[in-house]
């Protein structure tokens, strides 16, 4: 069974530029996370989608983030513009329902510069 | 307000010896909490759950051991193994809110 992909896997980019973040999830889970992982601490979610539903975005700084997930299966995440403070690894997981144990993918890291 | 804390960031043992990973959290509404282990430059990976209506769950050299009343549970290795070195997260879901919050994990080293 294929794992969480994601890409691209390393980005640095200068600070007010825009990056977006590509995920697809392992086939047929419904849920969908975006996590955000500064060095040193635990991931904080950013949203959270039920296939194309989002479950929660609470956390999602939304004046310069954005995510969508088309047709319920792959995501992608944007930054625009991006800060210093954005600095860090982005990680997406799934599972197959909301109540589940969380497949995570390998991240991208970010660095702005 | 972080409502699930690792207190110790990390965690050194002997390759045989039992390793113990705390957790402590704040919200009581968590009924389900999770372990995660998580390689350099990897995504975490799940280890073991366990519900809040038990109070331990095993699996193999890994048993996780719920204290509801005092808002508490713990990973237990048994035997350590090098292979176990890695950081551990823990998760605490709030599953009629939907709700997952994570720890900032413990870093284990297992000495040959």
């Known amino acids: 069974e294929a794992g969480v992909a994601q890409s691209p896997r390393y980005k640095i980019i200068e600070k007010r530029q825009s990056v977006a973040f590509w995920c697809n999830p392992i086939?047929?889970?419904?849920?969908l996370y975006w996590y955000q992982q500064i060095l040193g601490q635990g991931p904080k979610l950013l949203i959270q989608?039920?296939?194309?539903?989002?479950?929660?975005d609470s956390q999602l700084p939304k004046d310069r983030f954005s995510a969508e997930r088309l047709k319920g299966v792959d995501s992608t995440l944007k930054i625009q513009p991006a800060k210093l403070e954005d600095s860090a690894v982005y990680l997406c997981?799934?599972?197959?329902?909301?109540?589940?144990?969380?497949?995570f993918g390998p991240g991208t890291r970010l660095t702005v510069l | 307000d972080q409502q699930v804390k690792q207190n110790s960031p990390s965690l050194s043992v002997q390759e045989g010896r039992i390793s113990i990973l705390n957790c402590d959290y704040t919200?009581?509404?968590?009924?389900?909490f999770l372990w995660y282990k998580k390689y350099p430059a990897e995504g975490p990976t799940f280890l073991i759950s366990?519900?809040?209506?038990?109070d331990k769950n095993e699996d193999g050299r890994f048993t996780v051991f719920l204290n509801k009343s005092a808002k508490h549970l713990s990973l237990h290795i048994v035997p350590s193994q090098p292979g176990d070195s890695a950081v551990y997260f823990c998760?605490?879901?709030?599953?009629?809110?939907?709700?997952?919050?994570f720890g900032d994990g413990t870093t284990l080293t297992v000495k040959p």
């Open positions: 919200n009581s509404m968590f009924d389900y």
């Open positions: 366990i519900s809040s209506i038990k």
């Open positions: 086939s047929g889970h419904a849920t």
């Open positions: 998760e605490g879901d709030n599953t009629n809110a939907g709700k997952s919050t």
């Open positions: 989608f039920q296939n194309n539903g989002v479950v929660d």
């Open positions: 997981a799934s599972s197959p329902g909301p109540y589940n144990e969380q497949f």
